[in-house]
C-alpha cells in the first residue's frame, strides 16, 4: 500500500519527489470504535477490517450490531458525517435498536475523532 504523504518540504519551486518500494494499489478499510465504561476505568477498541472494498450501509449496520452484543446497557455513539453513516438502510437499523443513541461531531472535526 502506499505511503500516507500529509506534507513535505521542498525548496521553493520545485516539486518534491517521494520515493516508495511498493507498487500495490490494494487498499483497507475499517470501522473502528471507542469504549469507555461508565467509571472511566475501561476503555476498548473495536475494529472491524475490510479489505480490498469500501464501508457500505451492509457493513455498517453489522459492525453496529456486534457492537450491541458486545456492550451492555445504553450505549451513545459518537459519528462523524460520513455519509453511510447517515443512509436509509443504517436508519431503518436504529430505528429498531432504541439501546443506541447518536450524538454527531461538527461537519469537520478529525481533532475531535480519536478514532481516526
Keep these: 500500500m502506499l505511503p500516507t504523504v500529509r506534507r513535505t518540504w521542498a525548496p521553493r519551486g520545485q516539486t518534491p519527489i ?20 461508565p467509571g472511566r476505568r475501561r476503555i476498548g477498541l473495536y475494529l472491524d477490517w475490510h479489505p480490498d472494498k469500501n464501508v457500505t450501509a451492509a457493513e455498517i449496520t453489522d459492525y453496529l ?5 458486545h456492550l451492555r446497557g445504553h450505549v451513545i455513539l459518537v459519528w462523524d458525517r460520513l ?3 447517515r443512509g436509509k438502510q443504517v436508519q431503518e437499523w436504529r ?3 432504541p439501546r443506541l443513541s447518536i450524538e454527531w461531531l461538527p461537519p469537520y472535526a478529525p481533532e475531535l475523532n480519536p478514532v481516526e
Design 18 to 37: 517521494l520515493h516508495h518500494r511498493t507498487r500495490s494499489h490494494k487498499k483497507v478499510s475499517a470501522i473502528g470504535g471507542l469504549s469507555i465504561s
Design 65 to 69: 450490531g456486534d457492537l450491541l452484543r
Design 83 to 85: 455519509s453511510a453513516h
Design 95 to 97: 430505528a429498531i435498536h
